[in-house]
C-alpha cells in the first residue's frame, strides 16, 4: 500500500550537512518504494530533483540558510506550522513525520485534526543543541524553559525514532515513556554513490588534487561536515600541528562551512598554511569524489547528544576513521573503533599518526568499515525500520 508522508523540516531545506542528508535520503528512498512524499520546509535552501518541497514564502532581507538554532526561527516556525495546517487539511495523508523537535511540534495540530500518527524523528537533544550553537547559555533559564518543550513534544508523538541506539539510550534512561515507542533507526548512506577509490577514477582525483593545490606524494586525512567548535574544528587543526610535525608528508583537507575562514586563519596561525586545505561548502553530491581523494578521515565532534552521519559516508568511501570516544561514532565505528579521548587532542593526534604510519592498517580498517557500512547502514536497509515503526503506530489507517 502507497503512503502519503507529510514530512516537516523546520530548516532551509536542503543543506550540504547532517540533518539534511537524513531527510533527502529518507523522502528519496519512500519514494523509491512508491510512497508519496511532501517536505514542507523554510523559504531557503535548494530543492533536490524529484522530491516536492513545499516552502513558507520568503522573507525579505533573508538571503541565505541559518545552521542550527538562530533567533529567525521564532518567526520561522509559527509561519511554517500555519503553512502545513492549510495545505495539510487539504491533501491526503497517513502519517506526519516531524524533523527535530520543532517539526514535530510543528506537526501536531495537523497530525490531531487528521486523526494521523505523528513521529518524532529525533537527531538529538533540543536543549543540548541550542548550548552547543550557543543559542542558550548552559547556566541560563532558557535551559529549563526549553526543556520542557522539549519533553512535551516528546510525549506528544506516536513513536519517537531515533537517528542512534546511543540516542535512545539517552531517551529509554528517563524513564518517561514505554520503551516500545522509542525505536533506533540510525542513520544510513547512499553505498553506491559513496564508494571507496577505484583505478578508473585516477585522472578525475588528479585533477581535483590540483584544482585544491594538494601537493603530491601527501597523504591525505579528510574531514567533511560543519565547521564549528563543537565539531571539534580547532582541536583537528591542533591536531593537525602536531601530526604535521611528526609526519611532514601529510596534508589535512578540510572540507565544509561556515566559519572557513576563520578556521584557515586559525591553521595558518598555527603555520599550517602549506598542510591544510579549506574548500569551504562541498555539495552533496560532490561529496563522494571529495572523500575518494582521502586516505583516512577524521571525526572529532564534541557534541554528546547530535548524530554524526558523516562517518558513516566515510564508511562507505572506504576510509579508515578516527574519532572521539563516546556517543555515535563509536556505535557508527563498531568494536575495532579508533577512538581518541573526547576533547583530548594529543589523543586524536595520536591516533591519526598510528593509521599515517602504518598503511596495511589502513587498508585493512577502510575494507572492514566498507562492508559494515554495506551490512548495517545501507538506506535501503534503513527505511525498511522506518515503514515498520508508520506499520506499528497505524500509518495509512486515516480516519478522517
Known amino acids: 500500500m502507497s503512503l502519503h508522508i507529510a514530512m516537516i523540516a523546520p530548516t532551509g531545506f536542503f543543506a550540504d550537512y547532517g540533518c539534511h542528508v537524513r531527510i533527502l535520503e529518507e523522502a528519496r528512498a519512500l519514494q523509491a518504494l512508491g510512497h508519496a512524499v511532501t517536505i514542507f520546509t523554510y523559504p531557503t535552501g535548494a530543492t533536490p530533483d524529484g522530491l516536492r518541497v513545499v516552502r513558507l514564502p520568503a522573507i525579505r532581507h533573508q538571503s541565505s540558510a541559518y545552521i542550527g538554532s538562530h533567533r529567525l526561527k521564532l518567526l520561522l516556525d509559527p509561519l511554517l506550522a500555519g503553512l502545513v495546517l492549510t495545505r495539510g487539511l487539504r491533501e491526503p495523508i497517513d502519517v506526519v513525520h516531524g524533523h527535530l523537535h520543532e517539526g514535530a511540534a510543528i506537526g501536531w495540530p495537523l497530525a490531531r485534526a487528521r486523526r494521523v500518527p505523528l513521529v518524532l524523528d529525533y537527531q538529538g537533544s533540543l536543549t543540548s543543541e541550542m548550548v552547543d550553537h550557543r543559542f542558550l547559555s548552559p547556566d541560563g533559564p532558557g535551559v529549563p524553559f526549553f526543556g520542557v518543550i522539549e519533553r512535551v513534544t516528546e510525549s506528544a508523538a506516536d513513536c519517537i525514532v531515533t537517528s542512534s541506539a546511543f540516542a535512545r539510550r539517552q531517551l529509554a534512561a528517563r524513564k518517561s515513556w514505554p520503551p516500545e515507542r522509542i525505536v533506533?533507526?540510525?542513520?544510513?548512506?547512499?553505498?553506491?554513490?559513496?564508494?571507496?577509490?577505484?583505478?578508473?577514477?585516477?585522472?578525475?582525483?588528479?585533477?581535483?588534487?590540483?584544482?585544491?593545490?594538494?601537493?603530491?606524494?601527501?597523504l591525505v586525512v579528510g574531514y567533511l561536515g560543519l565547521l564549528a567548535e563543537y565539531q571539534g574544528t580547532?582541536?583537528?587543526?591542533?591536531?593537525?600541528?602536531?601530526?604535521?610535525?611528526?609526519?611532514?608528508?601529510?596534508?589535512?583537507?578540510?572540507?565544509?562551512?561556515?566559519?572557513?575562514?576563520?578556521?584557515?586563519?586559525?591553521?595558518?596561525?598555527?603555520?599550517?598554511?602549506?598542510?591544510?586545505?579549506?574548500?569551504?561548502?562541498?555539495?552533496?553530491?560532490?561529496?563522494?569524489?571529495?572523500?575518494?581523494?582521502?586516505?583516512?578521515?577524521?571525526?572529532?565532534?564534541?557534541?554528546?547528544?547530535?548524530?554524526?552521519?558523516?562517518?558513516?559516508?566515510?564508511?562507505?568511501?572506504?576510509?579508515?576513521?578516527?574519532?572521539?570516544?563516546?556517543?555515535?561514532?563509536?556505535?557508527?565505528?563498531?568494536?575495532?573503533?579508533?577512538l581518541a579521548e573526547r576533547g583530548s587532542v594529543p589523543a586524536l593526534a595520536g591516533e591519526i599518526l598510528r593509521l599515517v604510519r602504518d598503511a596495511d592498517a589502513r587498508r585493512a580498517y577502510g575494507e572492514r568499515l566498507r562492508a559494515r557500512a554495506e551490512h548495517k547502514f545501507s538506506w535501503r536497509r534503513q527505511i525498511g525500520k522506518i515503514l515498520d515503526v508508520y506499520a506499528s503506530v497505524g500509518a495509512g489507517l486515516r480516519h478522517g
Open 184 to 218: 533506533s533507526v540510525p542513520d544510513g548512506v547512499d553505498v553506491s554513490r559513496f564508494r571507496p577509490r577505484a583505478a578508473e577514477d585516477g585522472s578525475e582525483l588528479a585533477a581535483l588534487r590540483r584544482q585544491l593545490g594538494i601537493p603530491p606524494n601527501r
Open 234 to 338: 580547532g582541536d583537528l587543526i591542533r591536531a593537525a600541528r602536531e601530526v604535521v610535525d611528526a609526519e611532514p608528508g601529510t596534508h589535512f583537507l578540510i572540507m565544509g562551512y561556515p566559519n572557513a575562514a576563520e578556521y584557515e586563519r586559525a591553521a595558518g596561525q598555527a603555520g599550517l598554511a602549506d598542510y591544510v586545505t579549506f574548500t569551504g561548502r562541498v555539495p552533496y553530491t560532490q561529496a563522494p569524489t571529495h572523500l575518494r581523494l582521502c586516505d583516512l578521515a577524521v571525526a572529532p565532534k564534541r557534541s554528546k547528544t547530535e548524530g554524526n552521519g558523516k562517518v558513516l559516508n566515510y564508511m562507505a568511501a572506504g576510509l579508515p576513521t578516527v574519532a572521539y570516544a563516546g556517543g555515535v561514532a563509536a556505535e557508527f565505528l563498531g568494536p575495532e573503533a579508533r
